[in-house]
């Protein structure tokens, strides 16, 4: 069993920063491999990153590719999502997940377990 919460949404203005994390609980966090999604309001729930359990490999949305930086610490049993260069196409409501899966991570369906979601506003 994994329980996830996220911090660190708010309202930035286009071009700006923020550092999203996640903060797991249970002791096989580094087992798991997470992942951040994204839905905006009448939208689909979209895949944005991806970090690995087994190599720490990363992935991510061509979307938010060389804007976004997905990170991890087993030790505090945190994963980041640092988001520069934001803009106003990235407002939406961002949550992380946790997988055991080895493929698809790019599916919301590979994750057992979701946090409740921290919203991410950029104004324009």
């Known amino acids: 069993q994994v329980q996830l919460v996220e911090s660190g949404g708010g309202l930035v203005q286009t071009g700006g920063s923020l550092r999203l994390s996640c903060a797991a609980s249970?002791?096989?966090?580094?087992?798991?491999?997470m992942g951040w999604f994204r839905q905006a309001p009448g939208k689909e729930r979209e895949f944005v990153a991806v970090i690995t359990w087994m190599d720490g490999t990363t992935r991510y949305a061509d979307s938010v590719k060389g804007r976004f930086t997905i990170s991890r610490d087993n030790t505090k049993k945190t994963v980041a999502l640092q988001m520069n260069n934001l803009k106003p196409e990235d407002t939406a409501a961002y949550y992380c997940a946790a997988s055991r899966e080895s493929s698809r991570l790019g599916l919301g369906t590979s994750y057992a377990y979701w946090g409740q979601g921290t919203q991410v506003t950029v104004s324009s």
């Open positions: 249970g002791r096989t966090f580094s087992s798991y491999s």
